[in-house]
């Protein structure tokens, strides 16, 4: 992650933030399972195949955010700010929510402090 803070004038702050994630993972293929086999045997209404289990655990996700803020004080007690982000999500693999795409987000506030 990385953040620019510039202040043009006292009361002007601007804030210029990234971000750069990315995930990828996976668990081991079970070794014996066995016993845990033999248990739901006795659950003759279902059919268990735990051999490729390990595979649905695949992890591969990258996510880019990239926010512009500014922030303006009125007075001693007020500020106004407003902002403008932008995110990428990448999911690679089918296993988890496929959510991948773009999201472009405007925010806008006044804050008070006493």
């Known amino acids: 992650m990385g953040v620019i803070n510039y202040r043009p004038l006292e009361e002007l702050n601007l804030t210029l933030s990234g971000s750069y994630t ?6 081991d293929a079970l070794s014996d399972y ?3 086999c033999n ?17 649905y655990s695949d992890l591969d996700i990258t996510q880019k955010e990239v926010s512009f803020q500014a922030a303006y004080r009125l007075d001693d007690n007020f500020t106004l700010g407003a902002g403008i982000s932008y995110m990428r999500y990448d999911d690679s693999e089918p296993y988890l929510y496929d959510g991948s795409g773009d999201v472009y987000y405007v925010s806008f506030g006044l804050s008070y402090t006493p």
Do not use: C, E, K
């Open 39 to 55: 248990q739901l045997t006795d659950m003759v209404s279902y059919s268990y195949d735990l051999s490729t289990v390990h595979t």
């Open 34 to 36: 066995s016993a845990l």
């Open 22 to 27: 990315t995930s990828d993972g996976g668990m």
